[in-house]
């Protein structure tokens, strides 16, 4: 099976129409295709443990859900984003986890129905142990092992004695569910297994070198112990270095599968003569009869051991150094993407601002402007010739203007064959053959805002028209009009904003 299938596509769809990001991320990164989960859902998902607004409730019981699926595709791919989360998302995560009662129940998981369902069956049980386990430790002592400050003056170097012989233990059962998965390098056969068991390499890493420097603490007091804390801690260390067997054997699969050298530690064990010192001296606190080693020689032997121990601690280091500069790769990365998009958008606007003058980028749209009133308003404009255009005159034809009122007063003026209604309608302005006149003035005027001349009541008989007016009558909803026609003065007229008012001193006469 490769690929998504009709359910994935479906579900995805389904939770896009719900607006539930969450689910629909989750879905996405546990499908069917036998492949790990892809980064771009993981990376959504962590970011999502950080957000205040998400709640990590629903984000895991999201992921519980499809654990319950009968595919061990999906039920892998839950598994291993919960993994995911745990380690690179936020502490409140793994600390919802770790307060709940059960985690995951997949103890009698098996698929019978899918290729490679048997065996993946057996890793998928065995894998949810080690979760299960990862937030048990959380919960006995309210921290990860994998996260913790290592070095000198780390937790475990620097941890009294009795919380080391109560911890260490608890760092064994957890690296004892890890060393459990048991995957050989024939059975890492697709995507999925082997995304779980890189997730595995690097929880080994660091829970091995978290159990390193608690057992070099617990040796540097050994010989100050109590008889009872030294039986314990004898215990401890004979218990580390069987696990320390363990764990290069699981660092050989690593090697053979193709994780790189130079991840991988070196593990140096302490000489064996540290472990005889040890018994020798918990043998006469006993009171057994033994030869018992000078000071000097304890020392000696003590030192050794902890400079071999140490020297297994710094190869741990370099994971999380390389892991730290390829984080920080990918961070640049996004920085310089993102001022690549920057810059992009700078230049679109930058080019909308250097638009030629004359230019209209919002397709000859009449802006108002506030104009100067001691500026004359530009003439009427007619069509001159081509050859020898004035300011207002556009080559498509149209008047341009800064002015609304002035362009469609100097458009009413100017353009005899204007009609202002489309055809069809029916013209309330004065029948067919009724044609606006250009209004001309011998004389410059300024647009001084006035209030139009009150009209005069309809009349019932006829009146003589007044100087400078033709009785040119039209229809205008059964009541006939004068059309205006032009006027001559010999001083300066002032001029409505509004084309359409009346002109001062020409009455319109009605029959």
Not at 63 to 82: G, P, Q
Not at 105 to 114: E, M, R, S, V
Not at 324 to 342: D, Y
Not at 400 to 407: E, F, I, R, V
């Amino acid at each position: 099976m490769s690929g998504q299938s009709i359910t994935d596509r479906f579900a995805a769809a389904q939770h896009s129409m719900t607006g539930s990001g969450i689910s629909k991320a989750v879905c996405k990164a546990t499908t069917h295709e036998v492949s790990g989960p892809k980064k771009k859902h993981l990376d959504y998902l962590i970011h999502c443990t950080s957000e205040m607004n998400v709640s990590v409730p629903q984000l895991a019981d999201t992921l519980f859900e499809r654990t319950a699926n009968s595919s061990w595709v999906v039920v892998f791919k839950a598994l291993i984003a919960t993994h995911h989360l745990m380690m690179y998302g936020n502490e409140r995560l793994i600390q919802y986890l770790a307060s709940r009662n059960t985690l995951f129940n997949l103890n009698n998981f098996l698929d019978k129905g899918a290729l490679q369902g048997y065996d993946m069956s057996t890793f998928i049980r065995r894998y949810s142990r080690y979760l299960n386990e990862k937030a048990m430790s959380y919960r006995l002592v309210a921290v990860d092992f994998t996260k913790m400050k290592r070095g000198i003056d780390g937790v475990m170097r620097t941890m009294s004695t009795e919380k080391l012989i109560k911890t260490l233990p608890i760092i064994q059962n957890q690296l004892d569910a890890l060393l459990d998965f048991q995957a050989n390098p024939n059975e890492l056969t697709n995507g999925v297994i082997n995304a779980a068991f890189m997730l595995l390499f690097k929880d080994s890493i660091r829970l091995f070198a978290a159990y390193n420097e608690g057992v070099i603490n617990l040796l540097e007091k050994y010989f100050d112990l109590k008889k009872g804390q030294c039986k314990e801690a004898l215990d401890i260390y004979k218990k580390f270095l069987y696990r320390m067997t363990k764990l290069s054997e699981f660092l050989k699969v690593a090697e053979q599968v193709g994780i790189d050298q130079g991840d991988i530690p070196d593990l140096s064990q302490a000489p064996s003569s540290l472990l005889e010192a040890l018994e020798q001296h918990l043998a006469s606190l006993e009171g057994k009869k033994t030869k018992e080693l000078s000071a000097d020689t304890r020392a000696s032997t003590l030192s050794s051991a902890v400079t071999s121990l140490s020297s297994t601690g710094m190869s741990f280091s370099r994971m999380d150094e390389k892991e730290r500069l390829q984080a920080l790769e990918e961070e640049q990365a996004r920085l310089q993407a993102l001022k690549v998009q920057v810059h992009h958008y700078t230049d679109s606007l930058g080019h909308m601002s250097l638009c030629p003058p004359g230019f209209d980028a919002l397709g000859d749209l009449l802006k108002p402007t506030v104009s100067n009133h001691n500026q004359a308003p530009p003439m009427a404009l007619h069509h001159p010739h081509p050859s020898h255009p004035h300011p207002g005159y556009h080559p498509g034809g149209k008047l341009l203007a800064n002015d609304l009122d002035s362009s469609l007063a100097n458009l009413v003026g100017s353009e005899p064959d204007m009609q202002w209604s489309q055809s069809g309608e029916k013209r309330l302005t004065g029948g067919h053959n009724w044609q606006s006149k250009t209004m001309t003035s011998t004389t410059a005027w300024n647009p001084v805002p006035m209030a139009p001349a009150p009209m005069p009541f309809p009349m019932t008989t006829p009146q003589v028209p007044m100087y400078g007016m033709v009785p040119q009558m039209g229809q205008m909803g059964g009541v006939q009009v004068m059309a205006p026609q032009p006027m001559m003065y010999n001083q300066p007229v002032l001029r409505p904003t509004n084309p359409f008012s009346p002109m001062p001193g020409a009455q319109m006469q009605f029959m």
